[in-house]
């Protein structure tokens, strides 16, 4: 199986997972650079998975529906173009001879999902699509849940093997790292981390996909545990003084940073 990063609109990515024959592809906000990809590589589009329901993640659907035989995977209770296959937590989707987990996500909406491939083989290593969640860096906003929620979703990727490719749906890496830097100047893995990512941006390359062993190290977002990170953000918020409050403080201040 083969990973593709297909950038779309200013910073989406639409991921296109294939075999050299059939592709599937994740969160399509656009249409056109998928349609452009399935004739460049010469695939046929088996099936289209939704992590959640913004625009900048379905938008494409309706076209690729009417242009390919794609079946859609999305999130129960969401408003999701029709026709699609509901899917919850802890389901399991069978596509081009491969089995990929949902994960019920919620905090960035209600209904977010993530995608799991299945068990490392010689294959390569598990890839986690998962959308607005999880950026390399930071986290989704929360438009529909509370800090607990998305503390939550993210410590089931936290629980994760460390080599588990991340596949974000934007590229958001150089803004979070910023704030990432403001929070722990002296982590000296985020600091090196940070003038890499400078340097693909350069090159106008992707900084994804990130992996969850990395992330553990630089994303303050899945640190908010530590001691030395909620320091940091009892700077903005004096009540950041456990795991939550912490990660509560985090998401407020970066959201005006
Ligand atoms: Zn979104
Ligand atoms: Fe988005």
Known sequence: MKLVALPAFTDNYLWLWHNDQKAIVVDPGQAGPVLEALTRLNLSLEAILVTHHHKDHIGGIPELQQKTNAL??????SAMPQPFQALNDKDHVQLLDQTLEVL????HTASHLAYLTSKPSSQGDQILFCGDTLFSGGCGRLFEGTPEQMLNSLAKFKSLRDETQVCCAHEYTLSNLK????????????????SHCHKLRQQHLPTL?????????INPFLRAHLPSV????????????????????????????
Do not use: M
């Open 179 to 194: 704030f990432a830097l403001h929070i722990e100047p002296q982590n000296t893995r985020l600091l090196s981390y940070n």
């Open 104 to 107: 019920h996500v919620p905090g």
């Open 72 to 77: 859609v995977f999305g999130p129960e209770h």
């Open 230 to 257: 909620q320091q940091s953000a009892q700077l903005f918020d004096p009540k950041a003084v456990d795991e939550l409050g912490c990660f509560a403080a985090l998401r407020e201040w970066k959201n005006t940073f």
């Open 209 to 217: 996909p990130s992996n969850i062993g990395l992330e553990k190290e």
